[in-house]
Every structure is written in C-alpha cells, then in structure tokens.
C-alpha cells in the first residue's frame, strides 16, 4: 500500500512533442503528490507539485493531472526541449509525515 | 547562499574501510534524509532524522550508520558491512514549518569502492 508505481521506465520523444510519465498509488492517505527532475550527475529538485483537492496544475510548460478516483496522477512536459532530457521521478507523501514514497523514475530523452 | 552542500563529490574506498560522506545545511530545516541512487534506478531511503540526536532506519539501512549531533550536519558512515556499497549517494533536507514534505537534495556524492 506505501508503493507508488511510475511507468514508463524509459521514453523518448521526438522534440516539441508531449511526453506524459504516469504513476499510481493505493494508500488514499497520501495527500501531496510531487515530480522532481534530476540531470545526470545532480540532485533531484522539486519540479511542480498537487494536492487531491484539484485535478490539474500548471507550472510553465509542465501540468500534472490528477484523478483521485483512480489513485493515479501525470506529469505532461507541453512543447518538449531537448533540455527537458532528464529522469524524472514523482513521490506522495501524507500528512506531517516526513517521508517521501518515491517511483522508480523516467529516464526522458527528447530528440532534437 | 542558502543550500546543502555534499562532500566529497568522488570518493574512492578499498574493500573493508569505513568511509564517511558529509552532508551539511544551512536552510534551518529540521529533517535530513540520506538516500542512496543506482544506475537506472529510483531512490532509496538509507536513514532519516527528524530532530537533533534522533535518527530512524529507513529501507536499506545495513551496513550505514548515521549521527546528528547538529541541526546543520547528518554525516552517512559507509561501513565495511555494506555488501555493494558502490553508488550515488543524495542527501536531503525538509522544513517542519512546510505543509507538505518538499525536500531539498544536495548534489551528491559518488562512492567508488576498488
């Protein structure tokens, strides 16, 4: 139940395409939904982040859609730069609880 | 600036030394987290403190050990224990005073064991 499932693991799109990482959970507790991005060689760094109480949020080029019904939340990256290339990773957390449930991450190549 | 620094970027160990990887903050946060990254693979949780002089295991914890004797400083010990100890190692941080759990990462520290 403290799983959070990402797919897929690997995804290339050609450049200003929409590349669409998924993930799902089942603890309906959860109740903060981040993506983090991270470049090879670096730390992770918080992209954008959702709560339940909405099914969408836009940052930028970057919208997650979430639907609660289905436990399952996305990260869509509008008009993708070959700088988008990256793994991302998205997470859940719950409450005051000071850990993150990780997904395995996306490794995401975006062709010139 | 205010960040988490990480060192040293590289480390390289012989087989059965001890080896201790430096993480340190200056965000005033209250939690640090140590993490441990594969090739091609997510994080995993080593060990996390939420307060000074408190620390929890958290999914790979053998073979690690950790101290927090300052709010600023978590320090991750790479014992002789660990079977495969060579990885990418990410230190995080997270305020208490923030609704949601946003963690702060350093830049990391590779560990190469010889």
């Known amino acids: 139940q403290q799983q959070v499932k990402q797919s897929p693991q690997s995804l290339i799109v050609q450049k200003g395409g929409i590349p669409i990482i998924n993930c799902a959970y089942e603890?309906?507790?959860?109740?903060?939904f981040p993506w983090y991005q991270q470049f090879p060689g670096k730390g992770p760094a918080l992209l954008i982040a959702?709560?339940?109480d909405v099914s969408e949020k836009k940052e930028g080029r970057f919208t997650i859609s979430f639907n609660k019904s289905a436990k399952q939340f996305s990260l869509h990256i509008m008009d993708s730069q070959p700088g988008d290339s990256a793994t991302y990773f998205c997470?859940?957390?719950?409450?005051?609880?000071?850990?993150?449930?990780w997904g395995a991450g996306t490794k995401l190549i975006i062709k010139p | 600036d205010g960040g988490i620094t990480q060192s040293p970027k590289y480390l390289f160990r012989k087989e059965g030394q001890n080896v201790t990887l430096s993480c340190e903050q200056n965000?005033?946060?209250?939690?640090m987290y140590w993490y441990r990254q594969d090739p091609g693979q997510g994080l995993r949780l080593i060990y996390y403190?939420?307060?000074?002089?408190?620390?929890q295991k958290g999914d790979i914890a053998e073979g690690y050990s950790v101290s927090r004797e300052k709010k600023e400083s978590f320090p991750l010990t790479v014992t002789s224990a660990q079977k495969n100890p060579t990885a990418f190692y990410l230190c995080?941080?997270?305020?208490?005073?923030?609704?949601?759990?946003?963690?702060?990462f350093g830049p990391g520290t590779r560990l190469t064991v010889l």
């Open positions: 995080a941080s997270s305020s208490s005073q923030s609704v949601y759990n946003e963690q702060f």
């Open positions: 965000l005033n946060h209250d939690a």
């Open positions: 403190s939420q307060i000074v002089n408190d620390f």
């Open positions: 603890n309906t507790a959860f109740d903060y």
């Open positions: 959702i709560r339940p």
């Open positions: 997470a859940a957390s719950m409450g005051s609880n000071y850990q993150l449930i």
